[in-house]
């Protein structure tokens, strides 16, 4: 009878202490102070795996060609999808990556890729070289040198203090938290980010031009882009590890309809659809990264 007591206060025991183990790290209750967060998070991870897929769609209404060249090239993208994904390690902390690809953009894809349904690549970046194949080809090698690398100091100008991106956010993107879900055997939250990019920008200009020693902003062209971005919505997904706050899976949809086309009928509307979902795993551990030989 006693070691059925003890048992009983084991098992008590072992409740108790998984309930006042660690349970995540607290993330703020306003979502998007929590999205601010997660995002300067992001600044601690040094190297990862990625799996990387981008969708495209494109589809013409109403769109005139006032030749038969450009009737052949209208037929090719009325109604087009393409796919490209990625996968391989980065070192964040050294600027350096060894990816590998594939390329399907339908029809235009046999064309590309010597008659095969899909155009395979590969790249990779070692210090200041870029080293890219394709198909069967040899590597090729170019410089690289990424904006990361530079030494000239950033345009304190053009950066914006921590309290007016916060603002900027605030007025522009609307967030909420979701159910917690598991992404490969990891807890994470779920956080839902929808971003109104004609908001995005009227705020931001209005950000820029209170700046002190600001150029002034060209108003024709803030304009034309408020025209074309009127009809657009950009949807980011995040699902973020609870013990480290790492952004394990993220989903970016981005819709955009143009209307009012330069010398096309009024009812003409082209419509761009881009859907890019990345996963990270093997976050911070040592990874290898050498030029091909």
């Given at each position: 009878m006693k070691s059925r007591h003890l048992l009983f206060v084991f098992v008590v025991l072992a409740l108790l202490l998984a309930a006042c183990g660690p349970q995540g790290l607290p993330v703020p209750a306003d979502p998007v102070e929590a999205v601010k967060l997660i995002a300067d998070k992001q600044k601690e991870i040094k190297s990862q795996h990625l799996d990387v897929s981008?969708?495209?769609?494109?589809?013409?209404?109403?769109?005139?060609?006032?030749?038969?060249?450009?009737?052949?090239?209208?037929?090719?993208?009325?109604?087009?999808?393409?796919?490209?994904?990625?996968?391989?390690?980065?070192?964040?902390?050294?600027?350096?990556?060894?990816?590998k690809g594939s390329l399907d953009l339908g029809a235009l894809t046999p064309l590309l890729a010597q008659g095969n349904e899909t155009l395979e690549f590969e790249l990779v970046k070692v210090g200041d070289k870029l080293y890219t194949k394709a198909l069967d080809q040899d590597w090729q090698e170019s410089d690289a040198k990424m904006p990361a690398d530079?030494?000239?100091?950033?345009?304190?100008?053009?950066?914006?203090?921590?309290?007016?991106?916060?603002?900027?956010?605030?007025?522009?993107?609307?967030?909420?938290?979701?159910?917690?879900?598991?992404?490969?055997?990891?807890d994470s939250y779920h956080y839902k980010v929808t971003l109104d990019p004609l908001t995005l920008i009227q705020e931001a200009a209005k950000l820029a031009q209170s700046t002190a020693g600001a150029e002034s902003i060209d108003q024709a062209q803030l304009d034309e882009a408020k025209k074309f971005l009127q009809d657009s919505v950009v949807i980011v997904e995040v699902w973020v590890g609870k013990q480290d706050l790492f952004i394990r899976q993220q989903n970016i949809v981005f819709d955009l309809t143009l209307k009012d086309l330069p010398d096309q009928p009024a009812d003409a509307t082209a419509t761009i659809n881009l859907a890019l979902t990345a996963k990270t795993t093997k976050i911070n551990e040592p990874v290898t990264i050498a030029a091909p030989k």
């Open positions: 981008l969708d495209l769609g494109l589809k013409l209404e109403g769109i005139e060609a006032p030749d038969a060249s450009s009737q052949q090239a209208l037929a090719l993208f009325k109604n087009f999808k393409g796919n490209l994904t990625l996968a391989g390690d980065v070192d964040t902390a050294k600027s350096e990556a060894a990816l530079t030494d000239q100091p950033a345009d304190s100008n053009a950066d914006f203090n921590a309290a007016q991106l916060s603002e900027l956010l605030k007025k522009a993107a609307k967030a909420e938290k979701l159910n917690d879900e598991a992404i490969d055997g990891v």
